[in-house]
């Protein structure tokens, strides 16, 4: 899901882009943003669907919201990918930020294939800020140090 332009990001029509302001949305305003969006469902055969949430937010300011789907058979996926796919669904590759929460707001560092998936999607995002902890926020690279690819 798309949310589109950031209302917190934009400029003063009237400045120059050099002077540009730039506002963004906080660490907290994105944990917060995930965290409603948080609606678990039981499902079949004990799994759980939407317990956790992924909001992300694209070089050009668009916000994208995903949701864990948990099924039997591996089939699942987590609630980065599924942001991550509508990112890619609204023709964007570069992530700018990321957070993935629980329904209680605990924040979640993303799997080793939600690294290596924002990784394939556009090398660029190693440099992405990943929120790790309320207070703490990484670069992918620092969550990927060694991709397989590199020497190729």
């Not at 209302?7 to 994105?30: C, D, F, K, Q, Y």
């Not at 694209?58 to 591996?74: A, H």
């Not at 990943?130 to 620092?142: N, T, Y």
């Amino acid at each position: 899901m798309c949310l589109g332009r950031n209302p917190l990001v934009g400029s003063n029509p009237t400045s120059s882009a050099a002077n540009e302001i730039r506002m963004e949305m906080t660490n907290e305003e994105l944990i917060e943003k995930a965290r409603s969006i948080v609606k678990p469902k039981k499902m079949r055969h004990g799994f759980t669907t939407a317990d956790c949430a992924c909001v992300l937010v694209t070089e050009k300011g668009n916000v994208y919201l995903g949701v864990s789907i948990d099924t039997s058979s591996s089939m699942g996926f987590c609630a980065e990918r599924s942001a991550l796919a509508a990112m890619v669904t609204n023709q964007e590759f570069k992530i700018k930020k990321i957070v993935a929460v629980l329904e209680d707001g605990t924040v979640l560092s993303p799997c080793g294939v939600c690294r290596e998936f924002m990784y394939q999607i556009d090398r660029d995002n190693l440099d992405a800020d990943v929120i790790v902890e309320k207070d703490k926020v990484v670069k992918l690279k620092d969550l990927l140090p060694f991709p397989w690819d590199e020497s190729l």
